[in-house]
């Protein structure tokens, strides 16, 4: 029940073109749903993140949707570019405590 | 840069011994989280600190402990190292125990021969 899933694990969009990684969890005690990226050799750096009261986010060019009742959620990244080449996680909490990661997705952007 | 420090950046050791992960936290922030980064793994929550008290604990095996000091800096033991420790140990923290956004360090490579 402390598991999120992830997929797809591996994702190759053209420059331009959307990004869509999915997530899934099962607590539904889980009050917090942040996606982190990063690059190789460095830590995960907060992209964007959303509570449960609210079925989307949008920061530029990224944007979460949120469906409780599916216990889903998922981050688009639109206009994507080759600088978004990474690897994403999602993540969710209880409390601020407890995070639970997704195993990740790494997001190649051909040019 | 997150401003959250860590030590050593890399640490090459063999099995049996036992090594120490040091984290500074940003400036401000009283709660420190420590996780674990393998290839088959991925991300695994370790323990949680806040202003120097224990506040959640994850998938921490027995082997390993962790304590956060009066200055907020926190340090991760890692004792009786088998090969499969082999990982990158990142800290994080966050201004206080419940407040969600979390800032991650450059990670500590650790190598088990």
């Known amino acids: 029940q402390q598991q999120v899933k992830q997929s797809p694990q591996s994702l190759i969009v053209q420059k331009g073109g959307i990004s869509i990684i999915n997530c899934a969890y099962e607590?539904?005690?889980?009050?917090?749903f942040p996606w982190y990226q990063q690059f190789p050799g460095k830590g995960p750096a907060l992209l964007i993140a959303?509570?449960?009261?609210?079925s989307e986010k949008k920061e530029g060019r990224f944007t979460i949707s949120f469906n409780k009742s599916a216990k889903q959620f998922s981050l688009h990244i639109m206009d994507s570019q080759p600088g978004d080449s990474a690897t994403y996680f999602c993540?969710?909490?209880?409390?601020?405590?407890?995070?639970?990661f997704g195993p990740g997705t790494r997001l190649s952007v051909l040019p | 840069d997150s401003g959250v420090t860590q030590t050593p950046k890399h640490l090459i050791t063999a099995t049996g011994q036992r090594v120490t992960l040091r984290c500074s936290p940003r400036?401000?922030?009283?709660?420190v989280y420590w996780y674990q980064q393998s290839l088959d793994q991925g991300l695994q929550f370790l323990i949680q600190?806040?202003?120097?008290?224990?506040?959640a604990k994850g998938n921490i095996l027995e082997r390993f402990s962790a304590q956060q000091f009066p200055d907020l800096h926190s340090e991760l033991n890692l004792s009786s190292l088998e090969l499969g420790d082999s990982a990158l140990y990142f800290c994080?923290?966050?201004?206080?125990?419940?407040?969600?956004?979390?800032?991650f360090g450059p990670g500590t490579r650790l190598t088990v021969l």
């Open positions: 600190y806040y202003n120097g008290e224990e506040r």
């Open positions: 607590n539904t005690a889980f009050d917090y």
């Open positions: 993540a969710a909490s209880s409390r601020g405590q407890n995070f639970v």
């Open positions: 994080a923290s966050s201004v206080a125990g419940q407040v969600t956004e979390q800032f």
């Open positions: 959303i509570r449960p009261d609210v």
């Open positions: 400036s401000g922030d009283l709660s």
